[in-house]
């Protein structure tokens, strides 16, 4: 049996109905082979490339390559054809052996040209191959999704997020790196930070400004960030001052907090996926469960102050929410539902998410300090918590199609 000739055929034209089908349609006619099939459509503008193996006895795979001309020009399309060496199993490319795939993402308003040249450079330094590009965003270019196969092992990929860090670094890019498998796309729990992340405001903040001690409060938070306390012992410090706050002002507070844009449409997304939702702060229950109720989590924790005669008495109930207990909670919440921590999201926006987000498959710093964003996964530093799909592959298109048929979204 002879061996079949290859052609690689590349047809190039606005988008209409019908391309695909007619192209195939025309090598099944001939009775060739369909090796191989891409397309990509940008801005209306189309570009099919099939590889079609064709009977060597025919010059140059006639009269199957003449007739997909004869098409084309017909719908008013381009078509190249060039023919592939017969004695190659498969197309020239780059050698992939012993190379892992990961998902590059890059977020941020700023995302151009030269954004793209950055990401496209620091990748080519590392030898990575470029596989994919697809955009995730809708309209504008906000978001796009490189897949890339880089040799090495797991050690490269923090070396890729730092490379593409620093060359980003002055853009306003944000840019993530994740293994590309079946489990980035099978993420079924998250968990949030509440204050500055899940909500707009530091709600013990509010609640120092209700009391008139909102600067000593401030001078302890201070104290903390510098290191000369840790995070329980600062809470406690700083609860003490709200001594004698009516219990009121808090749940007025909690009524009205303000969440940050993109909340309500990242937790509808999640819910109708499937996943579980928590959130996770060191900062109080009478707000967290607020949140649990109005968003529909599955989970609240936070610290409880203490309440007597309608008035705060300056202590908290029970065991305090720590950086490392909000750690254990991620765990315990993931056995608790039966899900693998690589299949877990943790989001923050301060030192004290660190240990959280370093347990989860994927730990995301939002609109965070520099130390933060350099220890996590990934980093959303503008925009709304809603960015965060795209992390997860998500096209803006479809989020919006779901959101769309989601009654009360």
């Known amino acids: 049996m002879l061996e079949l000739q290859k052609v690689l055929v590349t047809v190039i034209g606005p988008d209409t109905p019908g391309i695909t089908a007619a192209m195939s349609g025309v090598v099944a006619k001939n009775h060739g082979r369909l090796l191989d099939i891409e397309q990509v459509v940008v801005q209306g503008q189309l570009t099919l490339c099939m590889l079609i193996g064709v009977s060597p006895e025919t010059a140059v795979g006639e009269p199957v390559i003449k007739d997909l001309l004869f098409r084309a020009k017909s719908m008013g399309l381009d078509l190249q054809f060039k023919i592939i060496d017969s004695g190659a199993d498969t197309l020239p490319q780059h050698s992939t052996e012993g190379h892992l795939r ?34 995730l965003s809708g309209s504008r270019l906000i978001s796009l999704e490189i897949i890339v196969s880089l040799p090495g092992g797991e050690c490269r990929a923090a070396e890729l997020r730092r490379a593409l860090m620093h060359g980003l670094e002055h853009s306003n890019i944000d840019v993530g790196v994740q293994r590309e498998r079946l489990t980035r796309r099978a993420k079924r729990l998250i968990v949030m930070d509440m204050d500055s992340t899940l909500i707009q405001i530091e709600v013990i903040d509010e609640l120092a400004r209700m009391h008139g001690v909102v600067d000593r409060v401030a001078d302890i938070t201070r104290r903390a960030m510098a290191g000369e306390l840790d995070f329980a012992a600062s809470l406690t410090e700083r609860v003490g001052l709200l001594k004698g706050l009516p219990y009121a002002k808090a749940l007025e507070l909690a009524r009205a907090l303000p969440l940050t844009q993109g909340a309500p449409e990242l937790l509808t997304v999640l819910r109708r996926l499937g996943y579980k939702t928590a959130v996770i702060s060191g900062g109080f229950t009478f707000a967290a ?15 409880e102050l203490e309440v007597v005669d309608g008035v705060l008495t300056g202590r908290v109930v029970g065991a305090i929410v720590t950086p490392e207990r909000k750690a254990e909670l991620l765990r315990e919440i993931a056995e608790r539902e039966g899900i693998a921590l690589d299949q877990t999201i943790a989001m923050g926006d301060g030192a004290n998410d660190l240990a959280m987000l370093t347990a989860a498959g994927l730990g995301i710093a939002f609109h965070a300090k520099p130390k933060l964003k ?36």
């Open 102 to 135: 990961y998902a590059v993402t890059a977020i941020g308003d700023s995302l151009d040209a030269e954004g793209v040249h950055i990401l496209t450079r620091e990748l080519a330094a590392l030898d990575a191959n470029i596989e994919s590009i697809r955009k």
């Open 289 to 303: 469960n607020v949140l649990k109720r109005d968003l529909q989590l599955d989970y609240a924790f936070a610290n």
């Open 374 to 409: 350099a220890a996590a996964d990934t980093a959303v530093s503008a925009g709304g918590l809603d960015r965060m799909l795209y992390l997860l592959g998500l096209p803006w298109r479809d989020v919006e199609e779901l959101l769309a048929d989601t009654p009360g979204a």
